[in-house]
């Protein structure tokens, strides 16, 4: 394929200058390497020179989209600015769509480079589909969390939008100071009530330790061979099998959480758990975790924008027992009491402040599944001629671990345009492609027999979806059923 190089508010009062440190908090995800990976199907004109100026001036508004992680400040790293030639530029090319999608879902963001990527891809001219192309956006976690990564990229093809109908544009200014962390926003608490907090975390943890997905893959030699290379990657990819409901499903699993008392977050974490529960062995009860990422900006006083570049989610985990024959809605209910309770009680931000503890603690946010959900969210507007067929999200991080045996199912749940969607993402060298569509397949099942418990009534069409529902995770959650 041909590859080119395509020339192209704070919102919180943080410092100016050419570095900021990183919180502890932040500098978590450092280790981590975990980017989110937004993309957009696209059909008609795309001009590249346009969204290439569109990407510019946005980038220019956030220094953080022009920084790079670099050694330093009393957590060990800091964000400094890039210097000009440096600077994330749009890259376009022609190729393969499906193959694009999976290059950049793959491709990192190492550390020290810059911490955003924006990549259009157009299919070659003559073909059958030249008017279609696929733009990824890719954002480095320590700089980002699900509302700010689709707040940018809404933002741009804002922009985009604006430029194409001629509005007109001054050069790109820069965006003043750096947002200040999360941590430094939060209310103020008692260092001994964290404390407390803490070693409770620690001993829940210990006593109710959770079981964890043994992975389909053979577990790989724990020592490579003498003569491989200490620092090669195991061999494997990235991959993500993919759920979608149809606006009419999706609406009848918003009225089946609404006739039921709880969210729908709560209807798709239970449907998740209880998948997981199926790949374990024994019809007991075992000790499931489920994580679920918590929204601060919402939680803040005063609220923090979605605009704002910075990583502003929480975790709430919650063990339960489950066996096989476990009934779907009471497990759904607890799901959503306890996540409820916890935001109630304010631990959400009690699990913030001990962050930084996690890596002596891992077992702090050890889970069976983790189910992040953005809640339902607005694509992309475009300008007339151009249309997005399809939005999506996905998590991804550069370290898997396959000699582990054992991790984590994550499930990505997102509502764009009124449509739900379920990501899978998972590395080949741990759960094989089919193991994960089956886990998906009744993850489906779980979610359809839930939406058949809704009332028939006359569902809107796709232009007509009902407005947002509330629901938890990465995104917006609710303090009362939704």
């Given at each position: 394929?041909?590859?080119?190089?395509t020339?192209?508010?704070n919102?919180?009062?943080?410092?100016?200058?050419?570095?900021?440190?990183?919180?502890?908090?932040?500098?978590?995800?450092?280790?981590?390497?975990?980017?989110?990976v937004?993309?957009c199907a696209?059909?008609?004109n795309?001009?590249?020179?346009?969204l290439?100026a569109?990407?510019?001036?946005?980038?220019?508004?956030?220094?953080t989209?022009?920084?790079?992680?670099?050694?330093?400040?009393?957590?060990?790293?800091?964000?400094?600015?890039?210097?000009?030639?440096?600077?994330?530029?749009?890259?376009?090319?022609?190729g393969?769509?499906?193959?694009?999608?999976?290059?950049?879902l793959?491709?990192?963001?190492?550390?020290?480079?810059?911490?955003?990527?924006a990549?259009?891809?157009?299919?070659?001219?003559?073909?059958?589909?030249?008017?279609?192309?696929?733009?990824?956006?890719?954002?480095?976690h320590?700089?980002?969390?699900?509302?700010?990564?689709?707040?940018?990229?809404n933002?741009l093809?804002?922009?985009?939008?604006?430029?194409?109908?001629?509005?007109?544009?001054?050069a790109?200014?820069?965006?003043?100071?750096?947002?200040?962390?999360?941590s430094?926003?939060?209310?103020?608490?008692?260092?001994?009530?964290?404390?407390?907090?803490?070693?409770?975390?620690?001993?829940r943890?210990?006593?109710?330790?959770?079981?964890?997905?043994p992975?389909?893959?053979?577990?790989?030699?724990?020592?490579?061979?003498?003569?491989?290379?200490t620092?090669?990657?195991?061999?494997?990819h990235?991959?993500?099998?993919?759920?979608?409901?149809?606006?009419q499903?999706?609406?009848?699993?918003?009225?089946?959480?609404?006739?039921?008392?709880?969210?729908?977050?709560?209807?798709?974490?239970?449907?998740v758990?209880?998948?997981?529960?199926?790949?374990?062995?024994?019809?007991?009860a075992r000790?499931?975790?489920?994580?679920?990422?918590?929204?601060?900006r919402?939680?803040?006083?005063?609220?923090?924008?979605?605009?704002v570049?910075?990583?502003?989610?929480?975790?709430?985990?919650?063990?339960?027992?489950?066996?096989?024959?476990?009934?779907?809605?009471?497990?759904?209910?607890?799901?959503?009491?306890g996540?409820?309770?916890?935001?109630?009680?304010?631990?959400?931000?009690?699990?913030?402040?001990?962050?930084?503890?996690?890596?002596?603690?891992?077992?702090l946010q050890?889970a069976t599944?983790i189910?992040?959900?953005?809640?339902?969210?607005?694509?992309?507007?475009?300008?007339?001629?151009?249309?997005?067929?399809?939005?999506?999200?996905?998590?991804?991080?550069?370290?898997?671990?396959p000699?582990?045996?054992?991790?984590?199912?994550?499930?990505c749940?997102?509502?764009?345009?009124?449509?739900?969607?379920?990501?899978?993402?998972?590395?080949?060298?741990?759960f094989?492609?089919?193991?994960?569509?089956?886990?998906?397949d009744?993850?489906?099942?779980?979610?359809?027999?839930?939406?058949?418990?809704?009332?028939?009534e006359h569902?809107?069409?796709?232009?007509?979806?009902p407005?947002?529902?509330?629901?938890?995770?990465?995104?917006?959650?609710?303090?009362?059923?939704?």
């Amino acid at each position: 394929m041909d590859e080119k190089m395509t020339d192209g508010s704070n919102g919180s009062g943080g410092p100016s200058g050419p570095e900021r440190a990183l919180c502890p908090a932040e500098a978590l995800y450092v280790g981590q390497r975990s980017r989110a990976v937004l993309s957009c199907a696209l059909r008609g004109n795309v001009d590249a020179e346009t969204l290439s100026a569109a990407f510019d001036a946005v980038t220019a508004e956030q220094p953080t989209l022009r920084s790079r992680i670099v050694p330093g400040g009393p957590a060990g790293y800091a964000l400094r600015l890039l210097p000009e030639e440096e600077t994330p530029r749009l890259i376009t090319r022609t190729g393969d769509l499906d193959e694009a999608y999976a290059a950049e879902l793959n491709a990192p963001l190492p550390v020290g480079g810059p911490l955003v990527r924006a990549v259009l891809v157009s299919a070659p001219e003559g073909d059958q589909d030249g008017d279609h192309h696929l733009f990824v956006l890719v954002v480095d976690h320590t700089i980002t969390d699900g509302h700010s990564s689709i707040t940018l990229h809404n933002s741009l093809w804002d922009r985009y939008r604006s430029l194409s109908e001629g509005s007109s544009e001054t050069a790109p200014e820069d965006g003043g100071g750096w947002p200040r962390p999360v941590s430094e926003l939060l209310p103020h608490g008692d260092e001994a009530d964290t404390a407390t907090y803490l070693a409770q975390r620690v001993e829940r943890a210990a006593t109710r330790q959770v079981d964890l997905v043994p992975y389909d893959v053979p577990r790989p030699a724990a020592e490579p061979p003498a003569s491989a290379s200490t620092s090669a990657a195991p061999d494997g990819h990235i991959e993500t099998a993919r759920l979608t409901l149809g606006p009419q499903d999706t609406a009848l699993l918003r009225q089946a959480a609404r006739r039921s008392g709880v969210s729908v977050h709560a209807l798709v974490s239970a449907a998740v758990v209880r998948a997981a529960r199926r790949r374990l062995d024994g019809d007991a009860a075992r000790t499931l975790g489920c994580l679920s990422p918590v929204d601060l900006r919402s939680r803040l006083t005063p609220p923090l924008s979605p605009s704002v570049m910075v990583a502003a989610v929480a975790t709430h985990l919650q063990t339960v027992e489950v066996d096989r024959e476990t009934e779907p809605l009471a497990l759904a209910r607890t799901l959503h009491t306890g996540l409820r309770d916890h935001i109630d009680r304010g631990d959400h931000i009690q699990e913030l402040r001990i962050m930084p503890e996690i890596p002596r603690h891992p077992t702090l946010q050890l889970a069976t599944v983790i189910v992040t959900n953005m809640g339902v969210v607005p694509g992309p507007r475009l300008p007339e001629g151009l249309r997005a067929t399809d939005v999506r999200l996905v998590p991804a991080r550069e370290n898997y671990f396959p000699q582990a045996g054992r991790s984590p199912v994550m499930a990505c749940v997102v509502s764009f345009e009124g449509r739900l969607a379920v990501e899978f993402p998972h590395f080949t060298s741990c759960f094989s492609p089919s193991y994960v569509r089956a886990f998906r397949d009744d993850v489906r099942d779980g979610l359809v027999a839930f939406a058949e418990t809704a009332e028939p009534e006359h569902v809107p069409g796709p232009e007509h979806v009902p407005g947002p529902v509330p629901v938890p995770g990465d995104g917006r959650v609710p303090t009362t059923a939704s």
